[in-house]
């Protein structure tokens, strides 16, 4: 079993950054993936960006391409999400999960923290 709970969400105006975290604990961190997906009201959880065990790799969605940057610190159990340029279209609900694969199907991801909400003002 794997508890996370992510943060630092909230209100920024477009073009401004946000920093969310996913704080995890249970089971050895360092053994999983770990992605960020976002659903907006009315549509489907989609997949932004995932994360290797080491954080060697990485993977975009090309959405947050070149404005998003996923990183991790095991010896903290925590994924970063560092959000740079942000637009009004970033606005969702934030949730980070672990999987045993690297993958874009939210159905690959076993635990899910709650969510963050972000909401980018134009």
């Known amino acids: 079993q794997v508890q996370l709970v992510e943060s630092g969400g909230g209100l920024v105006q477009a073009g401004h950054s946000l920093r969310l975290s996913c704080a995890a604990s249970g089971r050895t961190f360092s053994n999983y993936r770990v992605g960020w997906f976002r659903q907006a009201p009315g549509k489907e959880r989609e997949f932004v960006a995932a994360?290797?065990?080491?954080?060697?790799?990485?993977y975009y969605a090309d959405s947050v391409k070149g404005r998003f940057i996923i990183s991790r610190d095991n010896a903290k159990n925590t994924v970063y999400l560092q959000m740079n340029s942000l637009k009004p279209e970033d606005t969702a609900v934030y949730y980070c999960?672990?999987?045993?694969?690297?993958?874009?199907?939210?159905?690959?991801?076993?635990?899910w923290g709650q969510g963050t909400q972000v909401t980018v003002s134009s």
């Open positions: 999960a672990t999987s045993s694969v690297i993958a874009t199907d939210p159905l690959s991801y076993d635990y």
């Open positions: 994360i290797s065990r080491s954080g060697i790799t990485t």
